[in-house]
């Protein structure tokens, strides 16, 4: 069974602090770190706020997770999120999935990421100052989730 750890939380992670936790697992010989990043790619979004439906979101994570664990041998997952005001550059989301093996380890992260996008209860805003505006759901997330098709997954 894998160890698993689910936050959604408005203050930063610490990264190096979460990777440390598997240090020394010899079992773990393939560990897969995902960070999301609030980007900017034109210079119009200095900001994001990220809200969320607590208890439904969390129950959301868990699935996802779960689903990813009946699929791949996974040793670890650890799922953070954050919610609130964030700026742009500062950290969204950690994803880190161990396994023996690589393959495992980087499928099921990808599979996590990818339906973490579309299905977890996130609703966003982004913009610049005081103009925030409501993010629709991307259809490029939408055609990343569609590989995961042959498994079966809903």
């Known amino acids: ?17 979460e990777y440390a936790r598997f240090d020394g697992r010899a079992e773990m010989g393939a560990m897969v770190a995902f ?43 650890t799922l953070i999120h954050r919610v609130g005001d964030l700026r742009a550059a500062e950290q969204i989301v950690l994803v880190l999935t161990a396994s023996a093996h690589r393959q495992a380890a980087y499928e099921a992260n990808a599979f996590i990421m990818d339906f973490l996008k579309t299905q977890a209860p996130f609703w966003k805003k982004e913009g610049s100052g005081a103009c925030l505006e409501w993010v ?19």
């Open 1 to 17: 069974m894998a160890e698993i750890r689910i936050q959604v939380q408005s203050a930063d992670f610490d990264f190096a602090a």
């Open 35 to 77: 960070v999301g990043r609030v980007r900017d790619l034109d210079g119009s979004i200095t900001a994001m706020s990220l809200e969320h439906y607590p208890g439904m979101t969390e129950k959301s994570l868990v699935k996802i997770v779960d689903q990813a664990c009946d699929h791949w041998p996974l040793q670890a997952v």
């Open 136 to 154: 629709d759901a991307r259809e490029s997330d939408q055609s990343a989730l569609d590989r995961w098709q042959y498994l079966r997954v809903v």
